[in-house]
C-alpha cells in the first residue's frame, strides 16, 4: 500500500490507476482525504496506509521507565522491512496511518497511538489489551540497518 501523495513505482497496481503509470496526488486531495479521515469519513476509492509493527527498541534509565525509541515494520513477525525513529511514527500518525501490532499466539491486533509520557518523553504505545505478546514493550529489538 501506498502513501497518498508518493510516487508509486512501475509495475505496482493501485486501485483505478494502470500499472504502468506514475502517480503524485495534488496537495488539495492529499488534504481532502486526511479530513475526511480524520473526521471518520469514507472516501470511494480511498485506502489508508498501515503498518505493522515487528519490532521495537527502547531506551531509559531504568528497566521501569523506558520509552520505545526506535520500531520496525514488515508483513512477518522475523524480519523487519523498514525502521522507523519514534517522531517518524508519531508524524505518521498524525497525518492518519495506521500502526498496529499483532499477537503471535492470538493474531489479536493493537492499535498503536502517539503516547505523551508523564516524564515528557514524546513516544507511542499499544491500545491497553490483556493480550502481552501485542505489546510494543514486549517485541523483540529491532537489529539495526
Known amino acids: 500500500m501506498y502513501r497518498v501523495g508518493t510516487l508509486v513505482p512501475i509495475g505496482h497496481a493501485v486501485e483505478g490507476i494502470g500499472v504502468d503509470e506514475m502517480v503524485v496526488l495534488p496537495k488539495e486531495v492529499r488534504h481532502l482525504l486526511r479530513g475526511a479521515h480524520n473526521r471518520g469519513e469514507k472516501v470511494e476509492g480511498a485506502t489508508m496506509v498501515e503498518y505493522r509493527i515487528v519490532c521495537a527498541n527502547k531506551s531509559g534509565s531504568t528497566p521501569a521507565h523506558r520509552h ?19 517522531a517518524e511514527v508519531r508524524a505518521e500518525i498524525s497525518q492518519g496511518t495506521r500502526f498496529y501490532t499483532v499477537s503471535e499466539s492470538t493474531w489479536k491486533v493493537a492499535e498503536v497511538d502517539r503516547y505523551d509520557c508523564s516524564c515528557g518523553f514524546k513516544t507511542i504505545k499499544t491500545r491497553v489489551d490483556s493480550i502481552k505478546d501485542n505489546n510494543l514493550d514486549n517485541l523483540r529489538p529491532c537489529r539495526v540497518f
Open 68 to 86: 520505545i525509541i526506535q520500531v520496525g515494520t514488515g508483513a512477518h513477525e522475523a524480519q523487519a522491512d523498514r525502521q522507523w525513529t519514534v
